[in-house]
């Protein structure tokens, strides 16, 4: 089947390739981040809930799941293994006995810290081949694409984990 796209969308440089090589970059990353976080025992998924229940305090599942924006089923899989390894609790909802509360326990905070400390070393490695002015003019793009894209662009110093 024919590509029937502009050609000046598709040429070296054009917006389908730069949006190409911008999902693989970013594909990679995750890739690598998800694989160093296994050394403190998480996964994305793991940390992401982590991040929410260290932003928002003790949480519903059904809060986690749309927040994270994955189906109920699959949040209350990912409880299941959090609670097993010791990262969060279950706790009744004293305001709605049917609910339930996930909350964070101490290993779960040491080991967000320390998937933390990993995912920023590593970026660390990575930006390291940016100078600051490379690093600025990067930024700058990131926020342009993001307002074109119709999405809220992080503030510089926002090191939100999710978004790795």
Partial sequence: MGDNRSTSRTLPGGAVDLASQFFALSHGLKRIVNAR????????????????????????????????????????????????DGLVERRADPADGRAVLVAMTARG???????????????DEVFAALDDEERAAFARVLARLADSAGLQAMMPGDSRPDCA
Wanted: charged content about 20%.
């Fill in 37 to 84: 976080y296994r050394t403190a025992g998480l996964s994305m998924a793991r940390l992401q809930v982590l991040h929410h229940l260290d932003d928002a305090g003790t949480t519903r599942i059904g809060g986690l799941s749309e927040h994270l924006d994955v189906a109920a089923r699959t949040m209350t899989s990912t409880i299941d293994g959090m609670v097993r």
């Fill in 109 to 123: 905070r040491a080991a967000y810290a320390e998937a933390v400390e990993v995912r920023n070393a590593m970026f």
